[in-house]
């Protein structure tokens, strides 16, 4: 069974970092690409960012509201994603999800975490 | 930037009734592929985002077939044939591009 497990949520304050992780299960982790999407307070779905797979390679794609300030990275030993963010700012607050597509025969699935709550404020 | 767009925004409906959300993109985007990767998603209350339909008209393992998605260049559609409780909640398309995914704003859809 495939399972996205995130972790690492909290209450910082403006300008603090926060390290999220999401544990993956089920599947073979290292050979998909994985995405992070967040969805603030009574909005919307916003995509963060992706990272591909070692074996396609290429740069890690992020959303125009957190370049530069967050990094995604995969430790395909652990079978884990990281979202890595710095400069928090309030508008950051929101539920952080990980999200990916698997392929089983040629059929491709979609799955998500539970997310994990940053809130960021003073 | 590609900007995504829904109507309505809000979408009470009748049990059994049928619902059209109808989602539009500012350019069309159709990959080399002949594909264009549009997204439907569900997100029901206090729960994660549920994928629907991919590929602007394919449904989802375990998705019921009274959802399906239509549509070509810029505008798209998801319909619902006969509602039921369990399909209230949020709906999403989502666009995805060389540079990343794009969301609409979400409709949401209630029982009158």
């Known amino acids: 069974e495939v399972q996205l497990v995130e972790s690492g949520g909290g209450l910082i304050k403006p300008g603090g970092s926060l390290r999220l992780s999401c544990a993956a299960s089920?599947?073979?982790?290292?050979?998909?690409?994985m995405s992070w999407v967040r969805q603030a307070p009574g909005k919307g779905l916003e995509w963060v960012g992706r990272?591909?797979?070692?074996?396609?390679?290429?740069?890690?794609d992020y959303a125009a509201p957190v370049k530069g300030r967050f990094t995604i990275s995969r430790d395909d030993s652990k079978n884990t994603l990281y979202l890595q963010m710095n400069s928090l700012k309030t508008e950051d607050t929101a539920v952080y999800y990980c999200?990916?597509?698997?392929?089983?025969?040629?059929?491709?699935?979609?799955?998500w975490g539970q997310g994990t709550l940053v809130t960021v404020s003073s | 930037d590609v900007v995504m767009t829904q109507s309505p925004l809000s979408l009470p409906v009748t049990l059994g009734q049928p619902a059209s959300i109808s989602c539009r993109s500012s350019?069309?985007?159709?990959?080399?592929?002949?594909?264009?990767?549009l997204n439907w998603f569900q997100q029901r209350p206090g729960q994660s985002p549920r994928r629907l339909i991919y590929?602007?008209?394919n449904r989802d393992f375990g998705v019921p077939d009274r959802f399906s998605g239509s549509g070509s260049g810029t505008d798209f559609t998801l319909k619902i044939t006969r509602v039921e409780a369990e399909d209230v909640g949020v709906y999403y398309c989502?666009?995805?591009?060389?540079?990343?995914?794009?969301f609409g704003p979400g409709t949401k859809v209630e029982i009158k």
């Open positions: 990272i591909r797979s070692k074996s396609d390679g290429g740069p890690t």
């Open positions: 999200t990916t597509t698997i392929a089983y025969t040629s059929v491709w699935h979609n799955y």
């Open positions: 590929k602007v008209s």
């Open positions: 989502m666009l995805r591009t060389r540079e990343g995914w794009t």
């Open positions: 350019q069309s985007l159709e990959y080399s592929d002949g594909n264009t990767y």
């Open positions: 089920g599947f073979t982790f290292s050979n998909v690409w």
